[in-house]
C-alpha cells in the first residue's frame, strides 16, 4: 500500500500540531506501507495561490490512498478521480469567518465539496463531528473519529513548582483562544505569563502591571522549552477541534487548567482543571486553587501522564491502516 499525506506549506515558524501529529503517523505507518509526506507549494492565501496549490497535487508521488491532513481541505479537489481519498477535519470555527455569497463560495470549495470527493472524513474528536453534524444536519457519510497523538518528543520532565511566581504558559491569540478573558483572570496574582502569540493593542493594554513575556514566532524546539520552563498551562479557549497543548504539557508533566467546552474535558480527561471559559472569576479562582493546593497539583499531573497513553502512535496509526484497508478493499 502506498500512502500520501497532503499537506499546508510550513510556515517558517508555528506550523506544528497537523504536521507532527501526521509525521508521527507516517513513521509508524511506513513499517507497513509505503509513506510520503508531501507539502502545498503555496501558502493558502487568495484564491489563485490555493488553486495553484490544487493543481500542483497531481506532482504529489503517487499513491493508493492520498490523505489530506487538515486545515487545507480543498487540496482533495487535486487528487485524481479515480483514487481513494480521506480527508481530515480539525475544527469548523472558519465557518464563522465569512457571510452571504462568500461563505456561500467559501463553504463548497473548503467544505462541503471536499467532504463529498473524499471516500473517508475523520475527524480528531466527537467534538468536532458534532460540530459538523450541527452545521450539515443532512450528511449520511460515516464520520470517523480518531484521535490525535502527542508527539514524542513531549517527554516526562520533572520540575519543582513555584509557589512564590509560577509561570503559566499561554498559546495562541485567534478569537477561540480566549486570550483577553484569560489575561484579565490573571490579574491580582503573582504570576508570570508567558506568552506565545502575536497581541493587539488592546492584549498588551491587558498585561500592564503584569510580569510577561512574549515570543510570537518561535521554533519547535523553542516551544518545547516553553513548556520545560512552565508550571502551568492555561488553554481557556471557547472552542477547540482537540486541543494539543494540553496532552503536550500533560506529557512533560504540567498542570493544565482548560475548558470546560467543545472538545477540551474528552482530550483533558481527569488531567487538568476544567473551567468556564466565558467567566473571568471562575478562571481567576481556579488560578488561585491551583496556587494554594499542592496536592491537587500532584494529582492533576498523575491523572495527565495516564491520559496522554490514550493517545499512543501505535494504536492510532493501527486505526487508520485499518481504514485506508477497507476503502481499497471496498473498491477492489
Known amino acids: 500500500m502506498k500512502i500520501t499525506f497532503l499537506h499546508r506549506k510550513p510556515r517558517p515558524y508555528g506550523n506544528f500540531s497537523i504536521e507532527n501529529y501526521f509525521r508521527t503517523i507516517g513513521e509508524k505507518l511506513a513499517k507497513k506501507a509505503v509513506v510520503h509526506q508531501w507539502n502545498a507549494p503555496y501558502f493558502s492565501k487568495g484564491i489563485l495561490k490555493r488553486l495553484w496549490s490544487v493543481l500542483a497535487v497531481r506532482k504529489a508521488p503517487i499513491a493508493d490512498v492520498y490523505h489530506v491532513s487538515g486545515d487545507t481541505h480543498f487540496l482533495i479537489w487535486g487528487v485524481p478521480r479515480k483514487k481513494r481519498k480521506v480527508l481530515t477535519i480539525h475544527d469548523v470555527g472558519f465557518l464563522h469567518e465569512s457571510h452571504g455569497m462568500k461563505h456561500a463560495i467559501f463553504t463548497f470549495f473548503w467544505l462541503i465539496g471536499p467532504m463529498r470527493k473524499a471516500d473517508a472524513v475523520t475527524t480528531v474528536s466527537a467534538a468536532t463531528k458534532n460540530d459538523i453534524l450541527q452545521f450539515f444536519p443532512t450528511w449520511k457519510k460515516n464520520i470517523h473519529v480518531i484521535p490525535t497523538v502527542v508527539d514524542p518528543r513531549f517527554t516526562r520532565e520533572e520540575k519543582e513548582f513555584n509557589t512564590q511566581c509560577p509561570t503559566i504558559l499561554l498559546i495562541g491569540s485567534a478569537p ?157
Not at 493587539?200 to 514566532?217: F, K, N, P, T
Not at 491551583?290 to 496522554?308: A, C, P, T, W
Not at 476503502?327 to 477492489?332: D, G, R, T, V
Open 176 to 332: 477561540n483562544k480566549n486570550l483577553k478573558r484569560v489575561l484579565q483572570a490573571t490579574k491580582g496574582l503573582t504570576v508570570h505569563l508567558s506568552i506565545v502569540a502575536e497581541l493587539d493593542a488592546e492584549e498588551i493594554e491587558l498585561l500592564s502591571g503584569q510580569s510577561y513575556e512574549i515570543d510570537s514566532r518561535i521554533s519547535f524546539e523553542a516551544l518545547q522549552d516553553k513548556y520545560r520552563q512552565a508550571d502551568i498551562l492555561m488553554l481557556c479557549s471557547t472552542l477547540e477541534g482537540f486541543g494539543m497543548p494540553i496532552i503536550e504539557a500533560q506529557a512533560m508533566g504540567r498542570v493544565v487548567i482548560t475548558s470546560n467546552v467543545s472538545s477540551m474535558p474528552d482530550v483533558a480527561g481527569k488531567g487538568a482543571l476544567l473551567v468556564d471559559p466565558l467567566n473571568i472569576n471562575a478562571m481567576h479562582s481556579a488560578l488561585q486553587k491551583i496556587l494554594s493546593d499542592e496536592l491537587l497539583r500532584k494529582q492533576l499531573i498523575e491523572y495527565g501522564f495516564e491520559n496522554v497513553k490514550r493517545f499512543d502512535a501505535t494504536t492510532v496509526s493501527e486505526m487508520y491502516l485499518e481504514l485506508y484497508q477497507s476503502l481499497l478493499q471496498a473498491h477492489a
